[in-house]
Structures are given as C-alpha cells and as structure tokens.
C-alpha cells in the first residue's frame, strides 16, 4: 500500500511542517544503482507484508500480540480523550499512566494505533483495518484543547499521536487520518504558543546548572492535575 505523500508534504501549519519520506525500492532508469548492479545496497529493508515467520515460538508470539491489539477495548482507549473533552466516557480506566488524570493521559493510544496498522500490513486482515479506521474516526470526535491542559506529558502524547496517525493514513488508506492530524497539531500548537516560558526558562536554569560545578540541572516542575493541589 502506499502512502499520498503530496498530503503529507503540504504544511499543516504555516509553523509546522511535517515531512514523510517513503523509500522507493525499484529503482528508476535515472537511478545509477540501476545501470551500475555493484552500487545496489546489499541490504533493503522489507516492507511488513513481505515478512513470513514458520511454525514456531516467534510467530506465535505475533498472533498473540495481534490479538491482543484487536480485543483491546475501544471505549477504554478513547476514555482519557473524552474524559478531558468532557463528553460522554464509556468503558474501564486501564489503570497507570493511562488515565485521565494520572502522568501521561492515552499515551499510548498512538502506539497502539501504529502497532496495529503494521499488523494489517503483516496479514491484511480486514478486522485490523476496520478497527484502526474506528479507532480513528472516534479519537477525532475528542481532539480539544482541554486534552493538553494540565497535562505532566504533553510533548511526548503528541508525538505518539502524530505517528499513529501517519501509519493508519499510510497503512491502511484511513481516508480521516491526515485530517485528524492536522486538527491535532492545531489544537497542541495552541497551547504550546500560550505558554513559551516552560521551555525558555527550563533550559535557562539547564544551562545555568551545567555551569556550576556540583550542581544539576533542575527538573521540569510538576503541573497540577487539579485546581489547588
């Protein structure tokens, strides 16, 4: 499957711009490694759906974590997201750091969205596919700015979001995906814009502490999860 990758090269923000190389394996008649064999890499990397495992421990453990991926409970994902959306939250806290209020909220959703879009590539299973495109279409319904709101790990969310997103667009032909990024970025770019003192001072007192002997850099500061604490 191949990704659009015009979409991807058009900036989501006049600030932000995100870049996807896709890696083209046959080579072009422009391409010298065409004319010259001796100047073809020895190695390529293999696509996920060119990978076959035999009958042993190792592709068992592929199926097992495959279906684990799809008997994952939806609601329980998107819970974080809709709890700070304020909307409507079925389904069970999975406990951690995934919760809503706790450290890093739904900071794994992205990877599990990867994760199981590289399945799909790997078994073409149409189960994976439909699950990652409702997946998808149900984190859009949430994206809002009070998700990054006294949030202790914001940075780190986005970015897992950012490629789930870009592998269910580029792996299984989401037709929302890309759009959904785009909301997302807005949506983290607004609060980052709003609060440019974090970085800047953080790494004043860095750079001020690596210049005192005996001394360390100082630790990002603890942001309440709730008003007064």
Not at 1 to 10: I, Y
Not at 167 to 190: N, V, Y
Request: charged letters at 20%; glycine letters at 6%; hydrophobic letters at 40%.
């Amino acid at each position: 499957m191949t990704c659009d990758t015009a979409a991807l090269r058009s900036p989501l923000l006049p600030k932000v711009a995100i870049f996807v190389t896709i890696r083209k394996y046959a080579p072009s008649s422009s391409d010298s490694s065409a004319m010259n064999p001796a100047a073809r890499p020895l190695l390529r990397e293999l696509d996920y759906g060119q990978v076959r495992f035999a009958d042993g421990p190792v592709k068992r453990q592929v199926e097992q974590n495959h279906r684990l991926l799809l008997d994952l409970d939806e609601d329980s994902l998107l819970r974080p997201f809709r709890v700070r959306a304020q909307v409507a939250a079925p389904g069970a806290d999975l406990g951690g750091w995934y919760d809503a209020e706790a450290f890093a909220p739904g900071s794994t959703f992205g990877q599990w969205l990867s994760a199981l879009s590289r399945f799909f590539c790997m078994s073409r299973d149409a189960a994976s596919q439909h699950k990652i495109h409702r997946l998808v279409r149900a984190y859009a319904a949430t994206i809002d700015p009070r998700f990054y709101e006294n949030n202790r790990f914001p940075a780190y969310i986005y970015d897992k979001l950012v490629g789930g997103l870009i592998d269910a667009k580029c792996r299984t032909d989401d037709g929302t995906a890309l759009a959904a990024l785009q909301r997302t970025t807005q949506t983290a770019l607004r609060i980052y814009q709003a609060v440019p003192f974090r970085a800047t001072s953080i790494a004043a007192r860095t750079r001020t502490s690596l210049r005192t002997p005996g001394t360390r850099a100082t630790p990002c500061p603890k942001i309440s999860s709730s008003p007064g604490t």
